[in-house]
């Protein structure tokens, strides 16, 4: 049985092409890990020469070898509202299929986003990873659902340390963020997320 396809998905505003490095890093280790792909890639020589104008999400599809390379105009949304799902999902390569994904957030389409929680621990949310403001510094999940590469630039640069945060320990926190390649390090206004409990507001 072949192995489904993987993504990246990368940043690109007015022909920049973002972070490159931590791309190419995940792909490489992706391809190495789960495809055992024994050479490195370079994604630039797949990406040729994107749209000068405007902000994109470009979707490079792989498997040992890159499939395909699509432009898609990008459009940030705004969250508000969030849930805690509880899930034993794996999720650790950026497989091209969201399926798994999908049906969890169909559990809390009232919503605009869940955060999974994984043995009473927080992990990402269907589209990013997480942070949280202790006060002092940004923390973000020690087991992430999936290690993101914006995630991995700000750890590596010192912003975000890794710490197991506990499903419960929203009173510890005063601000919180999403984080992904496409919106980078976003501090989310006045979001409201919502337990079987109760309803936390940050």
């Known amino acids: ?28 280790q992706t391809r190495r890990e789960y495809y055992g792909a024994k050479e490195c890639i370079d994604l630039a020589h797949f990406i040729g020469n994107p749209p000068s104008n405007g902000l994109f999400r470009c979707r490079v599809l792989y498997h040992q070898e ?15 509202t969030f849930k805690l799902i509880e899930s034993d999902i794996e999720y650790g390569y950026k497989y091209s299929n969201r399926d798994a994904l999908d049906q969890l957030k169909a559990q809390a389409s009232a919503y605009d986003e869940i955060i999974i929680v994984k043995k009473k621990e927080l992990t990402d949310t269907s589209i990013a990873n997480i942070a ?13 659902l999936l290690e993101g590469t914006m995630r991995a630039k700000l750890v590596e640069k010192g912003f975000l340390v890794e710490k197991v945060i506990k499903s ?16 980078g390090f976003e501090i989310q206004k006045k979001p409201t997320i919502y337990s079987e409990k109760e309803a936390i507001c940050l």
């Open 168 to 183: 419960d320990s929203f009173k510890h926190f005063s601000h919180f963020a999403l984080i992904n390649a496409m919106i």
């Open 1 to 28: 049985m072949s192995k489904e396809s993987c993504i990246e998905t990368i940043r690109v505003e007015d022909g920049q092409i973002f972070n490159m490095a931590w791309h190419n890093r995940r792909c490489n």
């Open 132 to 144: 949280f403001f202790d006060g002092q510094q940004w923390v973000t999940p020690k087991k992430p």
């Open 66 to 80: 890159i499939l395909s390379v699509e432009y898609l105009p990008y459009q940030a949304k705004v969250f508000k």
